[in-house]
């Protein structure tokens, strides 16, 4: 069976009925094991204090904000090739989880911010294509919602994507670019010297694994309502021509 086949509306309605709850299942699992880990049973940082903690929200959101554009890219370009509705649907579908999760991680890294910097915010490379992110993200939805031919709307918000990717990238990598800037290095890298303890690792690596399937999970969701309402709306339209 070819993985197109599931770009078909009726078999992606069928498939992602099966694997749904158990997506959920493994979110609130991960999610529940690695907050609680991380929060309640990892000791203070040396210099940060109970402080440190918030990364386990804070980096999770982030990795999910990021990675979020990247799968709506990733979606964009198979509509603009291909022309499967499923994948525009789910770009879409995607959008307000990631607007959801970069907020998140502004207000968290604010928070973070004050006792560590002295200041909520910061004008760092990272913090300012951050914040630049989140307003693709509000651009994203709005021209979705401005342009009332469906296919109309999917290509221009494809190519929208195609430019703000450029933002999601420098987010993501914005420290190596640049020397300059307040934000710490990466939590989590392939370079030992740089990851943190393993006493704060390991929970968060559950934590933004629980977050990776809650995002899987909410845009399952997600694009099963925006092919019902795409149904509902064809009903609609014929009935309205009747």
Not at 48 to 59: L, P, Q, T
Not at 75 to 90: F, P, Q
Request: with cysteine; proline share 4%.
């Amino acid at each position: 069976m070819s993985l197109w086949e599931y770009a078909n509306p009726r078999r992606f309605m069928a498939f992602s009925a099966k694997v749904q709850p158990w997506v959920w299942g493994l979110a609130i699992l991960l999610c529940s094991v690695g907050l609680t880990w991380g929060f309640f049973f990892t000791p203070e940082d040396f210099r940060m204090g109970n402080s440190v903690k918030i990364i386990y929200i804070h980096v999770p959101s982030a990795f999910i904000a990021i990675n979020a554009w990247f799968m709506m890219l990733v979606a964009s370009l198979i509509w603009l090739i291909r022309r499967h509705h499923v994948s525009a649907l789910a770009a879409r579908a995607a959008a307000p989880i990631g607007l959801i999760m970069t907020v998140v991680a502004l207000i968290t890294g604010a928070i973070w911010g004050k006792p560590m910097w002295g200041t909520y915010w910061e004008w760092d490379p990272r913090l300012t294509s951050f914040l630049i992110l989140g307003l693709f993200y509000l651009g994203y939805i709005a021209l979705w919602s401005a342009i009332e031919e469906p296919d109309a709307a999917a290509d221009l918000t494809a190519i929208l994507c195609l430019v703000g990717t450029v933002f999601a990238v420098l987010s993501r990598y914005a420290a190596q670019f640049w020397s300059q800037g307040l934000h710490q290095g990466a939590s989590l890298s392939l370079d030992a010297e740089e990851n943190i303890s393993d006493v704060f690792w390991q929970p968060l690596v559950l934590s933004i694994a629980g977050f990776v399937c809650l995002f899987v999970a909410l845009v399952l969701l997600r694009t099963r309502t925006e092919i019902r309402r795409r149904r509902l709306q064809t009903l609609t339209a014929k009935e309205r021509l009747a």
